[in-house]
């Protein structure tokens, strides 16, 4: 570890969902060299400019060492760990006991790097009856999971692009060149770009980067996406459509065609800022191509009729039977699941009823759900790797909630903006101190995964979340009632009798299980090598993955039988220092993973067919008050979420705000000129860049922006415009809850000297 001085060490990047591999040297507890990991079976190699700067998140200035205890007076103070844990437990005790674990809500589970926390935290959930959790993807991904469960049965019916092979590939409201969301998305993009045969149609309002090298830019006007998708679809049902496929494969066409055949194609494509004629040309282009992978993000489900759009957007694959194809849309594997766990047979947040997807409570909604005097309100909070002070909606709001809150716990590598509001924050170890995955698992054919060992040890006062959930869970009793000793005797003969053990376990005790990584991590974890202990939790993934794949982890290459399918695969992903291949497919394998009862695509999405009607009845809102669209948080090369909170790390200053050429004349603003945005939450100052990429009435923040960092004296203060001090909670989907964050409405004016 930390001997092994200038020897390149296999890692992973943590700043977005691909996780590159990486070799890393490191010198002095310092990341000092950084490049590809060429071994990588996914990224092979390849990076974006991002994870050059990984040192800033390894050695913040504002991480934590000592476990942190609020003062009556708002400041902290450093408490010794055993202090913390006693004193925290005690207090979620309390919570529980005075009313019910249920109130106790969980947030985060993991960034984009790490997601061991998430897996340890079901434990200390289940001890406490702790039900309701959310994370971020309920803040742009529920949406669309709730589509793919009406369209293919069940909201984990998740579908993958295959655009290294896709003829066609369709990227909407995504901009892959600065987000990725695939690997080696550059590479890939300019390929399909350079080759003639190949053709990059990309929506979106915005000149992106990914725009630029398309052979067809749709540039929809900002919330437009329904109707321009819906126009699309039109065209596919009048002409273009495999019926063959589609009568063999699909239910209720007719239904659709009723719905959206006789729309009038030349008013929608007008209503969505594009040309008719492109619309059709467009449609015509996906429907001849031989394979056709799309791939929708934030630009639509963060915005107007999010899920409505995510709908419309998969009948373009649908109706043109790109559908469990090579280069077309499959249904991958995971090594595991993303979502809430225990709260998943809830279906509805416990004061406002609002909809739970993929066991996620809508982030927009927590506010609500906290300030109010409904007895089944949220008492107390459990924040792990996210920062929901500065990435919800309304940023003013969710302080005020944090803050009615009995008790608010945080456990973070750093002092951010959430961990401010809390009553004790925890001291992770960051992940580079310790082992730790992501279950990002969303590749096809081949899917892989990657269990990193960590690059240096913990900074002193840190513990591993795995670490600290235990304490918790000890400290509260909560495995007290159960004889672990078969276990642990089981664990020193080897991973073979430890499966049978816990096999037996599994069949006769359901309480055990919802407490299985805290038994795993007790039991399993001495058995492990020193350190590794954090991946017990991984053992017990391993055996649900080979239970639930059992022939895709064969065809990657492993031999045996559950349960020693799982230990087989366990000890490939501890033993490998890059990820593994943990399965591979064939295309007709996303037939099998269709959860519809008669194995067909149903088509239609009877909960959103009156919001598709509404269509023909309106335009794009406007709103002569507030003239601007601004879209809150855009992706660019010096944003990474909230990882980096040094802002050093960007070269480009503090962000600016993207405005068009004749907006600037307007408001007669030259390039750097600070601008004053205001909605009907808030106002704030950026610099503007003045660009031709932006439509009229069009202006764009980068996301990631505005978080708090101490100067070399300590001095904190932020830098760049926190996005969501300009958002409003109430401003979401009607379906999933998701926000528009990239649809908010605003002023903007020359600011006042
Ligand atoms: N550099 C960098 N990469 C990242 C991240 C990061 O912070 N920085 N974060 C990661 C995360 S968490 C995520 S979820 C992904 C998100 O990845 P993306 O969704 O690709 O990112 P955005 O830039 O937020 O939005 C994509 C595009 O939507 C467009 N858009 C805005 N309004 C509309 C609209 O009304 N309709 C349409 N069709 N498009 C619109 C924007 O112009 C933008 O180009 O990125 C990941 N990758
Ligand atoms: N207005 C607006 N808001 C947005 C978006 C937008 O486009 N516009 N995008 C949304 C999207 S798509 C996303 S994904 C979210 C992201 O928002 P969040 O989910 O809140 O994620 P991050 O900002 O990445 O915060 C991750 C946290 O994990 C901490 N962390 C890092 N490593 C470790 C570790 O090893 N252990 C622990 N315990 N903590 C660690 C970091 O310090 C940080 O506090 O933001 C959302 N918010
Ligand atoms: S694409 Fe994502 S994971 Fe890969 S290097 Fe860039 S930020 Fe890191
Ligand atoms: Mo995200």
């Known amino acids: 570890m930390s001997d092994s001085r200038a020897s390149w060490q296999p890692s992973a990047c943590i700043l977005c969902s691909i996780n590159c591999g990486l070799n890393v040297q490191v010198e002095d507890r310092s990341l000092i060299?950084?490049?590809?990991?060429?071994?990588?079976?996914?990224?092979?190699?390849?990076?974006?400019?991002?994870?050059?700067?990984?040192?800033?998140?390894?050695?913040?200035r504002d991480r934590l060492t000592s476990p942190m205890r609020r003062r009556p007076d708002g400041t902290f103070e450093e408490v010794d760990w055993d202090t913390a844990i006693r004193e925290v437990a005690a207090r979620l005790a309390a919570v529980r006991d005075e009313h019910g674990g249920?109130?106790?809500?969980?947030?985060?589970?993991?960034?984009?790097?790490?997601?061991?926390?998430?897996?340890?935290?079901?434990?200390?959930?289940?001890?406490?009856?702790?039900?309701?959790?959310?994370?971020?993807?309920?803040?742009?991904?529920?949406?669309?999971?709730?589509?793919?469960?009406?369209?293919?049965?069940?909201?984990?019916?998740?579908?993958?692009?295959?655009?290294?092979?896709?003829?066609?590939?369709?990227?909407?409201?995504?901009?892959?060149?600065?987000?990725?969301?695939?690997?080696r998305a550059r590479v890939v993009?300019?390929?399909?770009?350079?080759?003639?045969?190949?053709?990059?149609?990309?929506?979106?309002?915005?000149?992106?980067?990914?725009?630029?090298?398309?052979?067809?830019?749709?540039?929809?006007?900002?919330?437009?996406?329904?109707?321009?998708?819906?126009?699309?679809?039109?065209?596919?049902?009048?002409?273009?459509?495999?019926?063959?496929?589609?009568?063999?494969?699909?239910?209720?066409?007719?239904?659709?065609?009723?719905?959206?055949?006789?729309?009038?194609?030349?008013?929608?494509s007008r209503r969505a800022g594009v040309d008719e004629a492109l619309v059709r040309s467009t449609a015509k282009r996906i429907a001849e191509a031989s394979s056709v992978s799309v791939l929708e993000d934030?630009?639509?489900?963060?915005?107007?009729?999010?899920?409505?759009?995510?709908?419309?957007?998969?009948?373009?694959?649908?109706?043109?039977?790109?559908?469990?194809?090579?280069?077309?849309?499959?249904?991958?594997?995971?090594?595991?699941?993303?979502?809430?766990g225990s709260g998943a047979r809830r279906s509805g947040s416990p004061v406002g009823g609002h909809r739970i997807i993929g066991g996620l409570v809508p982030c927009n909604v927590i506010p609500d759900e906290i300030l109010t005097d409904h007895p089944d309100r949220f008492r107390a909070m459990i924040v792990e790797s996210g920062n929901p002070a500065h990435s919800l909606a309304d940023s003013v709001r969710m302080r005020e909630a944090l803050r009615a809150l009995d008790f608010v716990l945080v456990i973070d590598v750093a002092m951010t903006e959430t961990a401010h509001e809390a009553d004790y924050v925890l001291p992770a170890c960051s992940q580079y101190e310790k082992w730790e995955c992501t279950f990002f698992t969303l590749e096809f054919p081949k899917n892989a995964f990657h269990l990193r060992a960590p690059l240096l040890d913990p900074l002193p006062g840190t513990?591993?979340?795995?670490?600290?959930?235990?304490?918790?869970?000890?400290?509260?009793?909560?495995?007290?009632?159960?004889?672990?000793?078969?276990?642990?005797?089981?664990?020193?003969?080897?991973?073979?009798?430890?499966?049978?053990?816990?096999?037996?376990?599994?069949?006769?005790?359901?309480?055990?299980?919802?407490?299985?990584?805290?038994?795993l991590y007790e039991t399993m974890g001495p058995a492990l090598p020193e350190?590794?202990?954090?991946?017990?939790?991984?053992?017990?993934?391993?055996?649900?993955?080979?239970?639930?794949?059992?022939?895709?982890?064969?065809?990657?290459?492993?031999?045996?039988?559950?349960?020693?399918?799982?230990?087989?695969?366990?000890?490939?992903?501890?033993r490998s220092p890059t990820a593994v291949v943990f399965t591979v497919d064939d295309y007709d394998e996303t037939w099998n993973r269709v959860e519809t009862p008669d194995k067909r695509v149903n088509l239609v999405v009877d909960e959103l067919v009156d919001e598709l009607r509404s269509l023909g009845d309106a335009e794009p809102a406007t709103d002569d008050a507030f003239p601007f669209v601004l879209s809150a948080g855009e992706r660019r090369s010096g944003t990474a979420n909230t990882l980096y909170r040094d802002p050093a790390w960007r070269q480009g200053g503090d962000g600016t705000l993207r405005l068009s050429p004749a907006d600037a004349e307007r408001l007669g603003v030259v390039d750097g000129d600070r601008v004053q945005v205001t909605t009907k939450r808030g106002s704030a100052t950026a610099p503007v860049e003045i660009t031709s990429t932006m439509l009229p009435l069009h202006a764009s923040l980068p996301n990631g922006h505005g978080v708090a960092y101490p100067d070399a004296d300590g001095t904190r203060s932020v830098h760049g415009v926190a996005v969501n001090e300009l958002t409003s909670s109430a401003d979401r989907d009607p379906v999933a809850g998701t926000p528009w964050h990239k649809h908010v409405r605003a002023q903007i004016v020359r600011a006042p000297a």
């Not at 669309?144 to 990227?171: I, K, M, S, Y």
């Not at 469990?324 to 991958?332: E, L, P, S, V």
């Not at 513990?463 to 078969?486: C, K, M, P, V, Y």
Request: hydrophobic share 40%; charged share 20%.
């Open 33 to 60: 060299k950084i490049k590809g990991d060429r071994e990588h079976p996914t990224s092979q190699g390849y990076v974006c400019e991002k994870p050059r700067a990984l040192d800033r998140y390894q050695n913040g």
């Open 102 to 183: 249920d109130k106790i809500f969980y947030y985060g589970g993991g960034a984009q790097g790490n997601h061991l926390g998430g897996a340890y935290g079901r434990g200390l959930r289940a001890a406490l009856g702790s039900r309701y959790s959310s994370n971020a993807l309920a803040q742009e991904k529920t949406g669309e999971f709730w589509v793919d469960g009406q369209l293919f049965g069940r909201a984990r019916c998740h579908t993958t692009p295959d655009f290294e092979h896709a003829e066609v590939a369709v990227f909407v409201g995504k901009n892959p060149w600065q987000s990725h969301g695939f690997p």
């Open 189 to 268: 993009v300019k390929e399909i770009a350079k080759d003639p045969n190949r053709t990059l149609i990309v929506i979106d309002p915005r000149v992106s980067e990914t725009a630029k090298l398309a052979d067809i830019h749709l540039q929809v006007r900002p919330g437009g996406d329904a109707w321009l998708l819906a126009a699309m679809v039109a065209c596919l049902l009048e002409d273009g459509a495999d019926r063959k496929w589609l009568a063999q494969h699909a239910s209720r066409l007719d239904e659709l065609t009723a719905l959206l055949g006789d729309i009038d194609i030349g008013e929608y």
């Open 298 to 340: 934030l630009g639509i489900q963060q915005s107007l009729h999010s899920t409505l759009s995510s709908w419309l957007e998969k009948l373009l694959f649908l109706l043109t039977g790109n559908f469990a194809k090579q280069g077309g849309m499959n249904i991958h594997t995971r090594f595991a699941s993303l979502g809430g």
């Open 463 to 519: 513990l591993t979340e795995a670490e600290i959930h235990a304490r918790l869970i000890r400290e509260l009793g909560a495995l007290d009632e159960f004889d672990l000793t078969s276990l642990r005797e089981a664990a020193k003969r080897g991973l073979d009798a430890y499966a049978m053990a816990f096999g037996m376990l599994a069949g006769s005790n359901r309480k055990a299980m919802a407490l299985a990584p805290a038994i």
């Open 531 to 574: 350190g590794a202990e954090v991946t017990a939790a991984v053992w017990g993934l391993a055996q649900q993955t080979a239970m639930a794949y059992p022939d895709s982890v064969k065809r990657a290459g492993f031999t045996k039988d559950p349960p020693l399918l799982g230990n087989e695969l366990f000890e490939a992903v501890l």
